[in-house]
C-alpha cells in the first residue's frame, strides 16, 4: 500500500463554520496527526465562499475547497429557511470564477423535512436550484457534493434524470434499498462519525459495497457525541466501524476508500502525493 493511499480523506466537511474560528489551526494539526491526508471543504451559500476560499489558501495541502447552494440556508443558525433561486443567483459568478480550484460543486441537494419545506412551490424552487447546479457541474466537469435530507429516492431520481454521472451523496439518511439505486447508478456514499450511534447508517454500511463507500465527518456535526463540535480526526471512528462491519482491517478500509475519493474527486491528487 503506498504512503497515498494509507492517508484518510474527509470527503464533506464544513471548516468554514463559525464554530472552527478559534482553534482551526489546532483542527488540522491533530487531522493530520490521526493520518487525515486532506479534506473536501464544503460551503452551503456565497457568503462562506470567500472563507473556504482563504482556508484553501491557508492550508494548501490539505483543504480542496467546494462551492455550492445548499437546499437549506442558515443551515447552522435558528432562521432555517428553504432555498430561494435568488440565493443561487448570488453564487454562480463566485462558482465560475472559482471553478478551476474547485473539487466539487457542494454542498447541494435536497431537503424535504416538513418544517422547511412547506410547500409544492418549496419543492420546486429546491429541485430548480439543484438542476442549475448540477449544470454547472456538468459543464466544469465537477462531481456533485449532495445533501438528501428526508428526500432520498427523489434526490436520487433527480440526478439521475439529469444525467449527473459523478456523485457523492453524503451523510445519507434513506433506506438501504434507495441507496443502491445510486450505487447502480455509480454514486458514491460517505459514512459519517455518527455511525456508531445510527442503526440506519449501520445497516447502510453492511449493505453497500466497498467500492461505493468514502468516509467523511461533516464536522461541526454529526460526531460520535451529538452534543459535541465534530471534527475532522475523528473520521478514524468512521473508517473503525467500516472496517468492523465489513470484517477488514482498518488499513483496508483506508486504502478502499482513499481510492474511491481519488477516483470521484481527482484534484485530491495534488494535495495527497
Not at 503506498?2 to 487531522?31: G, M, N, P, R, Y
Request: proline share 5%.
Amino acid at each position: 500500500m503506498t504512503e497515498t493511499e494509507e492517508k484518510l480523506i474527509d470527503c464533506h466537511c464544513h471548516l468554514a463554520d463559525k464554530d472552527f474560528l478559534d482553534d482551526i489551526d489546532q483542527i488540522v494539526a491533530d487531522a493530520k496527526e490521526k493520518g487525515v491526508g486532506a479534506a473536501l471543504v464544503v460551503a452551503s451559500c456565497a457568503s462562506e465562499f470567500q472563507r473556504v476560499i482563504d482556508l484553501a489558501d491557508r492550508y494548501p495541502d490539505f483543504i480542496l475547497p467546494c462551492f455550492g447552494v445548499h437546499p437549506v440556508q442558515g443551515a447552522f443558525t435558528e432562521e432555517q429557511r428553504c432555498v430561494t433561486l435568488k440565493d443561487l443567483e448570488e453564487a454562480v459568478p463566485w462558482i465560475e470564477k472559482y471553478h478551476e480550484r474547485l473539487g466539487a460543486i457542494g454542498e447541494v441537494g435536497l431537503d424535504f423535512q416538513p418544517r422547511i419545506c412547506k410547500t409544492r412551490a418549496d419543492k420546486e424552487v429546491q429541485k430548480k436550484v439543484l438542476i442549475r447546479q448540477i449544470e454547472l457541474a456538468r459543464k466544469y466537469n465537477l462531481p456533485l457534493n449532495v445533501h438528501s435530507r428526508s428526500s432520498g429516492r427523489p434526490t436520487i431520481a433527480l440526478l439521475r434524470e439529469q444525467g449527473a454521472s459523478r456523485v457523492l451523496l453524503h451523510a445519507f439518511d434513506g433506506k438501504a434499498s434507495v441507496a443502491r439505486e445510486g450505487v447502480m447508478e455509480g454514486y458514491f456514499f460517505s459514512i459519517p462519525p455518527s455511525v456508531i450511534r445510527s442503526e440506519q447508517k449501520q445497516k447502510l454500511v453492511r449493505e453497500l459495497p466497498m467500492e461505493a463507500l468514502l468516509l467523511e465527518t461533516d464536522s461541526p456535526a454529526l460526531g460520535p457525541d451529538k452534543e459535541e463540535r465534530n471534527v475532522p480526526g475523528n473520521i478514524v471512528l468512521s473508517c473503525d466501524y467500516v472496517a468492523s462491519a465489513k470484517k477488514l482491517e482498518t488499513s483496508e478500509v483506508s486504502k478502499l476508500t482513499t481510492r474511491n475519493a481519488l477516483k470521484l474527486f481527482p484534484k485530491l491528487s495534488k494535495l495527497i502525493k
